[in-house]
Every structure is written in structure tokens, then in C-alpha cells.
């Protein structure tokens, strides 16, 4: 085996590898990514995988011999990451040496490869459902909807979004959502006739940051997805690289959430965006509990929030705002999760639609978005200041 590669294509793959190999490799194996050269159609082939997840890339490059080794991911990308800025490399095999030689310029580095017979198999499946979709439109759905996916990984079912087909009263939609029990995420897009059948699944929240990096790194203009019961495959190819990640499926069942959001609340608050955002961030400053919770003085025509805490102080700040109900309403939010939220929403305005003080709240943007957005926020127990 022996090609020529650029720096930056190289780096760009061992990116890939390197979110994904296992890092603490108690399987020496799964550090390492199986590279398979050939030289009769020029192109060179990287696979890395940790069983779960799969990441396949294939660039067209100098193939002087054809072979396949198993390199150690990590090493391979520190020391692409560390050659010089528009330069190429050369690995090759060193038959007498049991090593493989990786040479940039005046550098050469001789590293221990392994069989490629030694590289676990990778996962295959038989997928049902096969649509394509915009890859800025994909990214940006399970973006936004990222925000409320559960941290704690004792309950996996939640750790990740829940993708589903929906026919809404004729409108054929792809839906996004994550919970973490305190709030709920839900982004919605048109969906390809061709995936009415898909099943209903959650992607781990692993496969989510993956995946986003990926769409991300990649100038493709679209991302071809396959679906089966059990794994989700992710297909992206522009000039350099044709990329193919999969991943297993989270096995569980997502919590009903349309109830959460279907709801008539009739208290709405409409208040400009940034400034709520930049208003809790300053209020939230000398808030230093667990719960993080700033409260809301709503009025006809301004909004007043405060924060208080024993060890710093309090903080208090008003702005104007606009709100249907004849009484004033008090409201308790942890301050993050507001911001986080509201950080997704892109219009100029975001609307509040609230009922009591200890019911969920509804927020969307005050504009349509060629995404729906629909956010779903639980209060918490007044502060008494």
C-alpha cells in the first residue's frame, strides 16, 4: 500500500475517524481506522466504527500500490494536524519494518498499523425507507431541536431526538423532537413523499453531534437518508470526499409529547427577542442556585424581571413588551433553559403563550419560518424576594 494525499483532505477524514474510534480503546482495535487503497480506480477508502457507529469516507487520490491496513486514528491525525500547511503526505507500507512510513517534506514517521483482517465487521442493514433532503434544512432541524435532549444517560430514551412521519391535516411533515422532561423541542419540515413509511425512531444523541459535524464539514447541497428499524445511514458527497455515516437506533419508546403542546393557552406575551436574551442573561448574573430562576412580572405594556440570591444580591430589569391579559401575571423559568431556547428562535419577535403560573409554556417565533418551531418550557416555583 502506498498513496499520496493532500494535508487538508487527510486532516478533514481523520476528523471523522477520530469522533468516532474508541478513545479509550479497552479494545485496541476500535482505535484504530482501516485504510483501503486502490489502485486501479485511484481511490482510497477510510472506515472507522465503534460498532454503533459507522463513518465510511472515500477520496479520489495518487494510489501508487494498491493495499489495506488498519492505522491508529488518533496518532495518524495528530501528526496530519501538525505538517505543514499546503503540503501532501505519502504513507506506505515498510515490508521489511512491520511499520508504516507517513512522510510530509523533510518528516518522516514510522508507526505500527495492524491486519486488516484484524478490523471488526461493519454493521449492515436493510433499509426500508430511502429519501433525500436539503442539507442546510436537515442540519438546522435537528439543531434546533438538540436543545432539549436529556444529558443524563440513565434514561437513553430521551438521550437523543425522536424522528417521525406525520400527516398534519394534509400536510405531509418530517418532525424533530427531544425532551428532557422540563422542556420539549419540536422542529418540523416538509417531508419527501418518499418517506411516508418511515418508521418512528430516535437518533442517540452521539449519532446527533456526529452527524451534525459532518453536514457541517461537507458542501454538499443535499444529504441522501436511509432508514431501517434499527439503523439510520447518512449519505454526503461534494468535490472531495463521498461520505456514508450510520448508526444504530436508540431501542425505546419517545414519551407522548403532543398533548404538552397542544394546549390553549391564552395569556400571550410578544416581546423583542434579543433583548428579552441580552435582559435574562444580565438578571441572571447574580443568580447562583441550582434551578438558575429568574421571575417574570408581566404587565400590559412592559416585562420586569428580577433575580435575587442570598450570597450576591439582586437584580432587576425592565423592558417593554406587549401582553393580552387584563391582570398582571408572575412567572418563575430557569434562566439557561429560557435562554437556550430562545437562542434557536431567529424572528425579530417571539411569542409567549402562557396559562398559570405552575402550567407549561408555549413558545414560537411571531413569524412563519420555512421550519415550524414549537417549544414547550415548565416553570418552577416562585421565588419569594
Known amino acids: 500500500m502506498r498513496f499520496t494525499i493532500s494535508k487538508s483532505t487527510l486532516e478533514r477524514i481523520m476528523t471523522h475517524a477520530v469522533g468516532v474510534v474508541d478513545r479509550k480503546q479497552t479494545v485496541p482495535i476500535f482505535g484504530y481506522a482501516l485504510f483501503n487503497a486502490s489502485k486501479e480506480d485511484g481511490t482510497l477508502t477510510i472506515t472507522s466504527t465503534n460498532l454503533d457507529i459507522t463513518i465510511i469516507d472515500k477520496i479520489k487520490c495518487e494510489v501508487e500500490k494498491s493495499g489495506s491496513r488498519c492505522l491508529p486514528a488518533t496518532l495518524l491525525y495528530d501528526i496530519t ?77 430521551l438521550n437523543g431526538i425522536h424522528m417521525h412521519y406525520e400527516n398534519d391535516m394534509g400536510i405531509n411533515k418530517l418532525k424533530f423532537v427531544a425532551t428532557d422532561l422540563f422542556r420539549i423541542s419540536c422542529v418540523s419540515i416538509v417531508a419527501p413523499s418518499e418517506s411516508q413509511n418511515m418508521p418512528s425512531i430516535i437518533v442517540s444523541k452521539k449519532a446527533v453531534a456526529e452527524i451534525l459535524k459532518l453536514v457541517d464539514d461537507s458542501s454538499s447541497d443535499t444529504v441522501d437518508l436511509s432508514v431501517s428499524n434499527s439503523r439510520i445511514s447518512c449519505k454526503l458527497r461534494d468535490d472531495c470526499v463521498e461520505t456514508e455515516f450510520s448508526s444504530r437506533l436508540v431501542n425505546g419508546t419517545f414519551p407522548e409529547y403532543k398533548s404538552a403542546l397542544d394546549v390553549s393557552n391564552d395569556k400571550i406575551l410578544q416581546i423583542n427577542t434579543e433583548e428579552f436574551i441580552a435582559a435574562i442573561d444580565r438578571v441572571s448574573t447574580v443568580v447562583v442556585d441550582s434551578t438558575s430562576s429568574i421571575k417574570l412580572n408581566i404587565h400590559s405594556d412592559k416585562l420586569i424581571l428580577s433575580g435575587i440570591s442570598k450570597e450576591l444580591g439582586s437584580a432587576v430589569e425592565e423592558i417593554e413588551a406587549t401582553f393580552n391579559a387584563f391582570e398582571p401575571m408572575e412567572i418563575c423559568f430557569n434562566s439557561r433553559y429560557l435562554i437556550e431556547i430562545l437562542n434557536r428562535i431567529e424572528t425579530d419577535a417571539v411569542k409567549m403563550m402562557l396559562a398559570e403560573s405552575d402550567s407549561s409554556t408555549i413558545i414560537v417565533p411571531t413569524e412563519a419560518l420555512d421550519q415550524e418551531q414549537q417549544f414547550a418550557i415548565m416553570p418552577i416555583e416562585i421565588v419569594k424576594n
Open 81 to 157: 494536524k501538525k505538517t505543514k500547511n499546503e503540503s501532501v503526505i505519502t504513507i506506505a507500507i515498510n515490508e521489511f519494518e512491520n511499520s508504516v512510513s507517513v512522510s510530509s517534506g523533510k518528516a518522516t514517521f514510522n508507526i505500527h498499523y495492524a491486519d486488516a483482517n484484524d478490523f471488526p465487521p461493519v454493521a449492515e442493514a436493510e433499509y426500508t425507507v430511502k429519501f433525500q433532503l436539503n442539507s442546510s434544512v436537515f442540519q438546522k432541524a435537528i439543531d434546533t431541536a438538540k436543545v432539549a435532549m436529556l444529558q443524563d444517560n440513565t434514561r437513553f430514551h
